[in-house]
Antibody, heavy 118, light 106 residues
């Protein structure tokens, strides 16, 4: 059974850093495209980043230069390193498996809440 | 690429047929997906490639369209269908979502 479990969210001050984790089971993270999507409170969905099976990465303009997506193949885990956090980064962050060839998000984690506030 | 869903809010009754439209600011071929999200839950994939039903999704859901205009149709609303629906384009980065359509019980 495919499962994704996010962790690492919490309260952080503006300008601070946080690393989110997404532990996968039932499939191999490194063989798939994996994405992060966020949802601000009461708002819609916003794509954040993707990492390809080959290692290429892409980011939304709103996080480029501040966030880094990566994975640990030995732990079958996806990460999102978030630096220089801003109030507008406050959201529930979801990881999602991205299936080929259509690149849709077929499995999602339950989400982890990041709150950026002083 | 901007996606505009209409309506943003829809009130309907069990058994109704409803249609949600998603318009893209430029052509995206058939690289469009639809998701359903219930409060406090992660989105669930319903349809991809504009009209392909994801495994396990009831056949009352259907999608159509290509280019810039797409529709999601629910043929006969069931109580569990009341949720928020999002379209998503996968034609090019950045991947974008529509603003959502909230479907509520009349």
């Amino acid at each position: 059974e495919v499962q994704l479990v996010e962790s690492g969210g919490g309260l952080v001050q503006p300008g601070g850093s946080l690393r989110l984790s997404c532990a996968a089971s039932g499939f191999t993270v490194s063989s798939n495209y994996m994405s992060w999507v966020r949802q601000a409170p009461g708002k819609g969905l916003e794509w954040v980043s993707v990492i390809y099976s080959g290692g290429s990465t892409y980011y939304a303009d709103s996080v480029k230069g501040r966030f880094t997506i990566s994975r640990d193949n030995s732990k079958n885990t996806l990460y999102l390193q978030m630096n220089s956090l801003r109030a507008e980064d406050t959201a529930v962050y979801y990881c999602a498996r991205t299936t080929l060839p259509d690149r849709v998000f077929d499995y999602w984690g339950q989400g982890t809440l990041v709150t950026v506030s002083s | 690429i901007q996606l505009t869903q209409s309506p943003s809010f829809l009130s309907a009754s069990v058994g109704d047929r409803v249609t949600i439209t998603c318009r893209a600011s430029q052509g995206i071929s058939s690289y469009l997906a639809w998701y359903q999200q219930k409060p406090g839950k992660a989105p669930k994939l319903l349809i991809y490639a504009a009209s392909t039903l994801q495994s396990g999704v009831p056949s009352r859901f259907s999608g159509s369209g290509s280019g810039t205009e797409f529709t999601l149709t629910i043929s006969s609303l069931q109580p569990e269908d009341f949720a928020t629906y999002y379209c998503q384009q996968l034609n090019s980065y950045p991947i974008t979502f529509g603003q959502g359509t909230r479907l509520e019980i009349k």
